[in-house]
């Protein structure tokens, strides 16, 4: 227990580190919100190969499951569509929406019922991309992820055009691929301002899979800066005739332009064209667009001999502590990666300053915040600091939406809100 437990702290160590080098969590960068992009699946006989255990297929359909899920949780505003390369044919297995849960069961059935088989098309592909993004308005984003697996493709006509015609629109195209790097894919992604990946192994390919699920940097070229109407539907528990779908339902949702039921968020009102969202959907938005800065490493080269006190779990550690550049408060690799990977804020820069200094400085004993120890720089090692008083309760950025309905603008290319 005691190796597997090392092995895993090991492991988030590197992890941390890696994202300190990287600088994955760029704060302030301006990032697009209103994401549309069409996953293309390739499912031809290729997929069958047995190089990436189980196989392509089995791979791919467990990585793209958890694809979905964190799309959608790093991306709440957003929709994604599905379509199937198999024998020459484009199959679209899902229309553009915000349903992570039906996309996960489509796409599951789907490749239940069809076995791979025949070549893929990748100018079918991008013809079903074009149609599936035509309507889509300026203001998000046209992308396509295409997830390849096949040495080759079989197109019923010049498949240059078909890029062109991408390039011409904005429609910005990516590859995952399995295979070895294919010049007609890489040209595409050139062309259109994306990018190509090849799988060296099975981590390798979830990787960079899950790598397009963070939103890209905002371009004004790709996408126009214009304030978008978002509406705050309220929660209603009575029966009532769901318009998405068109069945009774006991919970829905109320439009609060049309009046409309909608049975989940979020979601586009089928009868007004509405965006209806919730306010927990904006903030957590917000909060990857605006992540907090990696963390430093604490106490240079003498850090693994120096014993620390976390300021989020307030536990005794030793090696591996990062620094709050802000705050300068101090966190084991454990309450790092919670702060970067799932409350995106840093506990110590919510805490009120104590008395006499900004966050992190201080007298003993000085200041209002949690009634707890959090170590700090104020001296190497972290040292220290008793906070007296109550909790904290504080909330980053604008308070967005209210529990009675409403409707707000919200521009697509920032992080602008205005109230109507």
């Known amino acids: 227990r005691e190796d597997k437990g090392q092995l ?15 600088g994955e969590a760029k704060a302030h960068v301006r990032k697009m919100m209103i994401r549309n ?55 679209i297995v899902t229309p553009l929406s915000a349903n992570p849960e039906g996309q996960i069961r489509a796409l599951e059935d789907f490749l239940q019922q069809n076995k791979h088989e025949g070549h893929p098309s990748l100018q079918n592909a ?12 300026p203001y998000g984003t046209r992308e396509a992820l295409v997830v390849w697996g096949s040495l080759a493709t079989i197109d019923p006509g010049n498949v240059l055009d078909s890029i062109a015609m991408a390039k011409r629109t904005n429609l910005r195209l990516s590859v995952v691929s399995m295979t070895p790097e294919l010049y007609i894919l890489k040209k595409m992604t050139k062309e259109t301002g994306g990018s190509m990946s090849v799988a060296l192994d099975r981590e390798h390919f ?3 899979l899950l790598a397009h699920t963070a939103a890209p940097e905002w371009q004004p070229t790709l996408v126009k800066d214009a304030l978008v109407p978002m509406g705050f539907p309220e929660l209603k528990t009575n029966f009532s005739l769901c318009i998405c779908h068109g069945r009774f339902v006991q919970s829905s949702f109320e439009c609060p332009q049309c009046s409309a039921r909608i049975c989940e968020i979020p979601a586009k009102c089928a009868h007004c064209t509405l965006h209806l969202a919730s306010s927990v959907d904006i903030g957590r938005g917000y909060h990857h667009l605006f992540p907090p800065e990696p963390f430093e490493p604490a106490g240079g080269e003498e850090s693994d ?17 990062g620094r709050c550049p802000r705050c300068k408060t101090i966190f084991c690799g454990v309450c790092d990666d919670f702060i970067h990977r799932e409350i995106h804020q840093c506990t110590g820069c919510l ?18 915040g949690a009634s707890a120890v959090r170590g700090t720089a104020g001296a190497e090692g972290g040292r220290p600091l008793a906070a007296a008083g109550g909790g904290v309760t504080a909330k980053r950025g604008p308070a967005v939406g209210s529990s009675g309905g409403g409707q707000v603008l919200f521009a697509s290319g920032g992080v602008r809100l205005e109230r109507c």
């Open 351 to 368: 805490l009120p300053p104590a008395s006499g200094g900004g966050p992190g400085h201080g007298a003993d004993g000085g200041g209002t």
């Open 305 to 321: 001999d120096l014993l620390y006190e976390c300021g989020g779990c307030f536990q005794s550690f030793s090696g591996g502590a």
């Open 206 to 208: 979830r990787a960079i």
């Open 126 to 137: 991008l013809q079903k991309v074009e149609a599936l993004t035509a309507s889509l308005p």
């Open 37 to 91: 992009l069409v996953l293309i699946v390739d499912n031809s006989s290729a997929m069958g190969e047995s190089d990436l255990k189980p196989s392509r297929k089995k791979l791919a359909h467990g990585c793209i499951t958890e694809f979905i899920k964190e799309f959608f949780q790093l991306n709440p505003i957003s929709q994604l569509s599905i379509v199937a390369l198999q024998d020459r044919v484009a199959k």
């Open 8 to 22: 895993v702290d090991e492991a988030r160590e590197n992890k941390r580190r890696r994202r300190l080098v990287v």
